[in-house]
């Protein structure tokens, strides 16, 4: 049974080959930092202290590096060695290309999933959801490494096995983009000067 006042970790899903970006996403500059330590900060701030960086294996302070288990086996691989490593019984997992993703919407991404008796809370908007922006309980580990023995291992496969609950965002579609491409990464930072 989940504890509101349960510590949680977080997994930061740097893998990836980049190939439309054509250079290492988690070291591209965003507002004067690597895009790896941007997301960092925003977990740190947030009071997150076992951070768990898979895909990405430079040395990023005060976080842990845990390689996949299962090679070459897309992000589910990267979600399951996170949580296999996890020093806390629930995990957030986030994408290091969704730098303008607001501190508040994970903020109550965790808290929903911490009113849920759920196993896994995902991201949704209109009629879709962000698997790779949700809220995993570390024992799923287990059915993980079942999923990824076979030859389907898309995030998917978990959730339909084990059922989830969803936090709905209504704010702007784009602040959930991932930034694949340097036009969509450009863009990104465009919108967040004019935040500013």
Not at 46 to 58: R, T
Not at 82 to 94: D, F, Q
Not at 112 to 139: C, F, Q, R
Not at 167 to 189: G, H, I, S, V
Request: aromatic share 6%.
């Amino acid at each position: 049974m989940k504890q509101k006042e349960d510590k949680i970790s977080a997994i930061i899903l740097a893998g990836g080959l980049s190939s439309r970006m054509g250079s290492c996403k988690a070291e591209l500059i965003w507002n004067g930092v690597p895009l790896i330590e941007h997301q960092v900060n925003k977990l740190r701030a947030l009071g997150i202290d076992d951070i768990i960086i898979s895909g990405y294996s430079k040395p990023v302070e005060d976080t842990r590096f845990v390689a996949d288990k299962y090679l070459l086996k897309g992000p589910l691989g990267g979600i399951h060695a996170g949580l296999l490593a996890a020093k806390n019984p629930t995990c957030l997992v986030v994408g290091v290309d969704t730098p303008l993703l607001p501190s508040k919407v994970i903020s109550e991404l965790i808290q929903s999933h911490m009113n849920s008796s759920g196993n896994i809370t995902v991201l949704a908007h209109g009629d879709k959801i962000e698997p790779i922006i949700a809220v995993y309980e570390s024992w799923l580990a287990r059915i993980a490494a079942q999923i990824l023995m076979t030859d389907n291992t898309s995030i998917r496969v978990l959730l339909n096995k084990v059922g989830y609950s969803k936090y709905q965002f209504d704010d702007d579609e784009f602040l959930l983009c991932d930034c694949n491409t340097p036009e969509e990464f450009k863009r990104a930072a465009q919108i967040t000067r004019s935040l500013a």
